[in-house]
């Protein structure tokens, strides 16, 4: 519950200060009463940007640290606002030595989504974004593949597996190192509405995470 409120504070404090820089460009046209106005304005500008990124979180019930590395192609309307779809892999880093009782395993997982992403004075050198993402994913269990007691075993090393929906909101600051190049950090939390892993609890797969990530294109 306490993400939900997150998630709305973070709605409507980012709804609030598009409409106070839609409210104060000296350029803009007065419209006719009868007009639709919108928190983007008229769409007078579009970028499109893809980027890449680096995010650490904890994983395990005993909250190995692990790296994810993720893309993302985007669609920028107005430089206020930002969709498009990005995923993340985790890096087999990490081993766990309690979720079987025979092996040592690795964790892998996957997931990605569709994103939105209000923007906050884009034009300024430092700025801020509050992405908020949501889609599915994969996690699962595997044996250990340097642990001897297996390495014949003819399977694909499996133990268990699960395909999840997720739910990331965050917040990030930006700064415009040139025209086309941005380089953003932030935090970001990982909700899984369900989850069901062998021996696992939601909370070894959920939490923060600490991202950086390079954004090349037109904005």
């Not at 990005?86 to 890096?91: A, P, Q, T, Y």
């Not at 079987?100 to 050198?125: A, C, H, T």
């Not at 917040?171 to 696992?200: K, Q």
């Amino acid at each position: 519950m306490k993400k939900l409120f997150f998630l709305i504070a973070l709605l409507c404090f980012s709804t609030g200060v598009l409409v106070a820089q839609d409210e104060e460009n000296p350029d803009k046209k007065k419209k006719n009463s009868d007009e639709i106005q919108t928190v983007a304005g008229d769409i007078s500008h579009h970028g499109f940007h893809w980027g890449f990124s680096f995010t650490g979180t904890n994983i395990g019930d005993a909250n190995e640290p692990a790296l994810l590395i993720g893309g993302r192609l985007a669609w920028t309307i107005n430089r206020v606002f930002a969709l498009g779809f990005e995923g993340k892999g985790l890096i087999p880093s990490v081993t766990i030595n309690n979720i079987s009782p025979d092996y040592q395993v690795r964790p892998l997982m996957g997931y990605g989504g569709f994103f939105i992403e209000p923007i906050l004075f884009s034009n300024k050198v430092v700025h801020a974004t509050i992405p908020i993402a949501t889609g599915s994913g994969w996690v699962g269990y595997v044996r250990d593949w340097n642990d001897e007691r297996h390495l014949d075993l003819d399977d694909s090393g499996v133990i268990d597996q699960y395909i999840f929906w997720y739910f990331e909101p965050g917040a990030n600051v930006e700064v415009n190192i040139t025209r086309y190049f941005r380089v953003a950090a932030g935090v970001s939390y990982r909700y899984l509405p369900d989850f069901d892993l062998l021996n696992s609890a939601k909370k070894d797969f959920a939490g923060m995470n600490y991202s950086v990530m390079l954004k090349f294109g037109r904005f």
